[in-house]
């Protein structure tokens, strides 16, 4: 029934969750500002800007523009260098045989991720060219909540938003799904917020779904 399916890429096809931690700990350090797993949980899918005014929320002071992008860009340069250290050992089977499946089945799959590192990360999991569009940080101006980045993916597909599933493990996924008329599978964390039209228990349940 799903024409194509469009994939978040932290939390559903990988976990970069740590890798982030250590990198915003890092700037957190420097500030000295107060953070921790629960708060790089609120990151979630959430754009590298709008991460760090979340960590100042416990930041006592203000800080000029051109700090954050400093900040921002001193963050990015040791993520990188931790992305170094994925390969496609990081991939699991469980997400590859239920990707070549869904293939099978014959629908479009395609990236959707808030992410300027996607095409890093895919290219370090052995997935460079793996994927019939991948759609990022660097093709967007509004991140998620807004539905720009599946609405870009669903384009790229040539297919309509109708006839896409979205898979997110974040909330504002979720939302950025729904805003842009397409229904959407829940997994992980997201699964709580009761807002997808499916919720999985495990990736490879994917494949009851879209039979
Ligand atoms: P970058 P997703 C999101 O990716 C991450 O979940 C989020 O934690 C991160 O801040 C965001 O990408 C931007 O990442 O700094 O690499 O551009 O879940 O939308 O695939
Ligand atoms: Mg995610």
New binding site residues.
């Given amino acids: 029934r799903y024409r194509a399916i469009i994939f978040?890429?932290?939390?559903?096809i990988c976990h970069?969750?740590k890798y982030?931690y250590m990198a915003w700990k890092q700037v957190a350090d420097e500030l000295h500002i107060y953070f921790d797993e629960t708060i790089n949980n609120r990151?979630?899918?959430?754009?590298?800007m709008?991460?760090f005014e979340i960590i100042l929320e416990r930041y006592d002071g203000t800080m000029s523009q051109e700090e954050k992008i400093k900040y921002t860009t001193q963050?990015?340069e040791v993520?990188k260098e931790l992305l170094k250290n994925m390969s496609p050992a990081d991939l699991s089977d469980e997400v590859k045989e239920t990707l070549d499946a869904l293939r099978e089945q014959g629908h479009k799959l395609a990236i959707?991720?808030?992410?300027?590192?996607?095409g890093f990360i895919l290219n370090q999991l052995g997935l460079g060219d793996y994927f019939d569009a991948v759609s990022?940080?660097n093709n967007i101006t509004n991140?998620?909540p807004d539905p720009e980045?599946f609405v870009k993916a669903a384009q790229f597909v040539g297919e309509n938003p109708k006839d896409c599933l979205v898979v997110e493990?974040?909330k504002a996924?979720l939302e950025a799904a729904i805003a842009g008329g397409m229904e959407c599978a829940a997994i992980g964390d997201a699964v709580s917020c009761g807002l997808a039209t499916w919720n999985l228990n495990t990736f490879s349940d994917l494949k009851k779904v879209t039979g």
Avoid at 8 to 12: E, H, R
């Fill in positions: 978040d890429l932290d939390g559903v970069t969750d982030h990151l979630r899918g959430v754009s590298r709008e991460s963050k990015n993520y959707g991720s808030s992410s300027k590192n996607a990022d940080g991140s998620k980045v493990d974040a996924g």
